[in-house]
């Protein structure tokens, strides 16, 4: 398939859903609705919502079922991102290319802009049609659960709680697996259940995003230490300088790498259960998210 174009297209159709769910930039209060935008709309590869879509498809899905799932999902990222660059977390003056929320419209602004952004998710979620098998209570306690303090949340914990120590990779994984692999994996959840996925379908699915989600982070922390600050659109080499708890830090680059290919091989195999090309569109986005450069 012809991902760049794949990636393009869904790119558009997303970024006009969050157009249409988003209040404007001049309703009231507009400094809020302006920084809620501005990250946003600050140019991100919408990884997240665009496997919600695929797994949508793979499941014999209609896009338009699972676009109010992938747009909350989004809105939950960039909540995570904008409270993470902020100084009492990462303290990162960049994000996709850019000043980060807090540089331009202050910290007080910026962590109401993140609390907006995912509490407007759960409103979004509420616009999507429910399939047979997944009324609108289990959506709402999917998104709520990936986004928890035994979730998303508990990975952020984790993760500062780690800076400066010697951590086991049982630990690392804990981290990975709850702050990045845990929204990842309810992307193609959400999609899948848009699509009213049976359990054999949901649960390759759920296997597949695990996989992948643990996959994405073991790059990004590689990439962290490779890559320049101007390619990935962010401060490179901060984890190092924050002394993160990262795979390269403790198994290895070398090792990272292997471990990042044999997650995707994983991931891969879990989709064996999807006939003939259905499940296409995943096999290439765990390819292309395997070979990133940023």
Do not use: W
């Not at 992938?70 to 939950?76: M, N, P, T, V, Y």
């Not at 910290?107 to 047979?132: C, N």
């Not at 064996?272 to 499940?279: E, L, P, Y």
């Amino acid at each position: 398939m012809n991902l760049k174009a794949y990636l393009g297209s869904r790119q558009k159709e997303i970024d006009r859903a969050l157009d249409r769910y988003l209040p404007k930039a001049s309703t009231k209060p507009a400094t809020l609705h302006k920084a809620m935008r501005y990250s946003l709309f600050a140019g991100g590869k919408r990884l997240r919502p665009i496997l919600c879509l695929a797994a949508a498809e793979a499941c014999g899905g209609k896009i338009k079922n699972a676009l109010p799932l992938a747009c909350a999902l989004e809105c939950i990222h960039t909540y995570s991102l904008v409270h993470d660059d902020l100084p009492s977390m990462d303290n990162d003056d960049f994000r996709r290319g850019r000043p980060t929320c807090h540089k331009v419209f202050g910290d007080g602004i910026a962590v109401l802009a993140g609390d907006a952004l995912l509490t407007i998710a759960f409103e979004i979620v509420s616009s999507a049609r429910p399939a047979p098998r997944y009324n609108m209570s289990i959506l709402l306690r999917e998104v709520a659960v990936a986004a928890g303090s035994q979730k998303l949340i508990a990975g952020q914990v984790a993760d500062l709680e780690a800076e400066g120590r010697n951590v086991k990779r049982d630990e690392l994984r804990f981290i990975h697996e709850n702050k990045t692999a845990a929204i990842l994996k309810t992307s193609v959840r959400l999609g899948a259940m848009s699509a009213n996925a049976d359990a054999k379908k949901l649960r390759a699915i759920t296997q597949f995003g695990h996989g992948l989600g643990l996959a994405f982070q073991v790059i990004d922390d590689i990439l962290d230490v490779t890559q320049t600050s101007e390619i990935l659109g962010k401060s490179a080499g901060k984890d190092v300088a924050a002394k993160k708890a990262t795979y390269p830090a403790v198994i290895g680059l070398e090792k990272s790498r292997a471990e990042a290919a044999r997650l995707t091989r994983q991931a891969h195999d879990a989709l064996s259960v999807f006939a003939g090309s259905k499940a296409q569109a995943l096999h290439a986005l765990a390819n292309y998210l395997l070979e990133r450069e940023y």
